[in-house]
């Protein structure tokens, strides 16, 4: 069983370009998750995708969206970025059998610096 | 409003217990988590308990739930330096979808 894998690494963009995050949710599981987390604080959700539908949205603008994918892939975009995303993504599987509620499966996130 | 507090920072010697703290806000929540992040990487899922309990534990893991106080605990015994690392305690917003709703982090510090 795979867990939660997410590309790229590490990202540097500069203000007013756009980028695209991808997460691979983990076997079995068929809903994904965004979180941001700011340098020194806690994870902040973006939104959940369930069954490739937005399944709730945190207080994020519209230049952030996403999509999810048949084989429950997603990808997060952020268009004409600002200084104050940069930021660890950090992308959360769930949707398992084991039936808690928000039991979420986290991979290790995709740094973005914005300069 | 949904806000999970914790205390920032708490140092203890290596052999000794370590206590977390946190309270929050959603009385509704379903589950509470505890996550831990070492530097550079993602959130790893230590522990969680049912809202009608008031005690769970796990190996050398304890958590404590005060519902009428709405405030969680988690207690490492026997801590190790490898034990040192960011917590987060988090609830789920159970009328939303089950996202997770996280404290600041806690970073605890094991001397050894």
């Known amino acids: 069983e795979t867990g939660v894998t997410q590309s790229p690494t590490h990202l540097i963009k500069t203000r007013g370009q756009q980028v695209t995050l991808r997460c691979s949710s983990q076997?079995?599981?068929?809903?994904v998750s965004w979180y941001q987390q700011a340098l020194g604080q806690g994870p902040q959700f973006i939104f959940q995708?369930?069954?490739?539908?937005?399944?709730g949205r945190g207080n994020f603008p519209p230049r952030f969206s996403g999509l999810q994918f048949p084989n429950y892939s997603s990808e997060l975009n952020v268009n004409a970025l600002e200084l104050d995303d940069s930021a660890l993504y950090l992308c959360?599987?769930?949707?398992?059998?084991?039936?808690?509620?928000?039991?979420?499966?986290f991979g290790p996130g995709t740094r973005l610096t914005v300069l | 409003g949904e806000d999970v507090e914790q205390s920032l920072f708490l140092s203890v010697r290596e052999g000794d217990s370590s206590v977390i703290n946190c309270t929050y806000t959603d009385s509704s929540s379903t589950y509470l988590y505890w996550y831990k992040q070492e530097p550079g990487a993602g959130l790893q899922l230590l522990t969680y308990i049912f809202s009608n309990m008031d005690m769970k534990q796990d190996q050398r893991l304890t958590v404590l739930l005060n519902k009428k106080d709405k405030h969680l605990s988690l207690r490492i015994a026997d801590t190790q330096t490898g034990d040192s690392a960011i917590y987060f305690c988090a609830e789920s917003m159970s009328n939303q979808g089950g996202k997770l709703i996280f404290g600041q982090g806690t970073e605890l510090s094991v001397k050894p």
């Open positions: 959360a599987s769930s949707g398992g059998t084991s039936g808690r509620e928000g039991e979420q499966f």
């Open positions: 076997s079995g599981h068929n809903t």
């Open positions: 995708y369930y069954r490739e539908e937005e399944n």
